[in-house]
Structures are given as C-alpha cells and as structure tokens.
C-alpha cells in the first residue's frame, strides 16, 4: 500500500536498468511531477507511466531504450508531456494514448511517435496530431 500521489522527482538519472528505466504504476500514483529525467540505455522503456490520472514530465531525454522512449496508457490519464528531447532512429518510437498532451520537443517532431498513439501532439505553436475531429 502506501499513496505516492502528488510525488516530485527531479533531475534523476536512470541507465542500463534490465527493464524499464522510470515505471510508474497504479491509482495512488498521480499528480507527480518529473523534471530533468535522463533515461538511456534500458531493456525496456525509458518511461512506462501506467498511473491510473497522469502525471506531468518537464524536458529530460530518452536514449536508447529497447522498448521504446515513453508509454502512457489508460483512458483517464492526462500525462503532460513539455520539452521532451528523444534520440531517434536508436529506440522504438513512443506510444502515447489521449489525453497524454505533448507540448512542443524532440518528441513532438515528425517519427518520435508511434502512428497508432491518439496523443494530442503541439509542435511550433500547431497542432501537428489530435485524436478528435474539429468542427467549426
């Protein structure tokens, strides 16, 4: 048991790990806040957030992991993600789900995210992706 809601996690450092190098599970796991994270090198995903409400990550950068840079899942999660720096071509691309909302970064360029992630994605002041249909 135990509540790590509203947890802060800054400027941490996680290589080479067997699995994934920053894994956040769970309903008591939201409302973090995570600044700087240097994620490279893991067996598995550089970020695998699979809290049940989401959580916020400033900056950081994902390299070279074997999973991929970041996952976000659940439907009810509304990861923010701001300035995220991603290493292309050395690790599978991200997999984010809506309402994960990607503002600007590396990772909101062109080929940093999977085709089938329904992220809402800003890039330049512009939505490059969204997973609703605007209606005027």
Do not use: K
Request: aromatic residues 8%.
């Amino acid at each position: 048991g135990g509540n790590a809601n509203q947890f802060h996690l800054n400027h941490i450092r996680i290589d080479s790990c067997g699995s994934d190098g920053l894994r956040i599970d769970g309903s008591d796991a939201n409302a973090g806040v995570i600044v700087n994270i240097s994620s490279a090198s893991n067996g598995g995903w550089g970020i695998n957030d699979t809290s049940a409400f989401g959580n916020i990550y400033l900056g950081g950068n994902l390299d070279s992991n074997l999973g991929g840079s970041i996952r976000t899942t659940g439907g009810s999660a509304a990861h923010v993600i701001i300035g995220m720096y991603t290493e292309l071509g050395v690790q599978p691309v991200a997999e984010l789900v809506f309402p994960t909302l990607v503002l600007g970064g590396h990772l909101a360029s062109s080929g940093s995210v999977s085709a089938a992630s329904t992220a809402h994605i800003n890039q330049g002041g512009l939505a490059t992706r969204y997973p609703y249909t605007l209606y005027w």
